[in-house]
């Protein structure tokens, strides 16, 4: 029985990579809101969503997904907002590694 219920967890959505891009796309929609540089937020929103429905059929759990996307985007924004405003070439990689990913 123990074997069944564990078959039974909740994915790790943190391993689905439609999942991490939801949460850059959403981060990016969140900074974009409230920065005189970005533009974009209503796009970034519609990928975000595009990529969140990918991750909810790869998961079967919708619940989970929200929660990360939610848990993960403002730290995507923070990720945007030192790019961005702060010029930081790290957060610049990173982020440009990412977006290559989640087109």
């Given at each position: 029985m123990p074997a069944l219920l564990a078959g039974a967890a909740a994915a790790d959505v943190s391993d689905n990579p439609a999942a991490r891009c939801a949460a850059l796309w959403q981060g990016y929609a969140q900074y974009a809101e409230i920065s005189t540089y970005l533009s974009g937020a209503e796009e970034a929103r519609t990928e975000a969503a595009r990529f969140r429905d990918v991750a909810v059929r790869e998961t079967g759990d919708?619940?989970?997904?929200e929660e990360w996307i939610a848990r993960e985007?403002?730290?995507?924004?923070?990720?945007?907002?030192?790019?961005?405003?702060?010029?930081?070439?790290?957060?610049?990689?990173?982020?440009?590694r990412a977006m290559s990913a989640c087109r």
């Open positions: 919708p619940a989970a997904v985007a403002p730290r995507r924004a923070r990720m945007v907002e030192a790019y961005v405003y702060a010029s930081d070439r790290q957060s610049q990689e990173v982020f440009e």
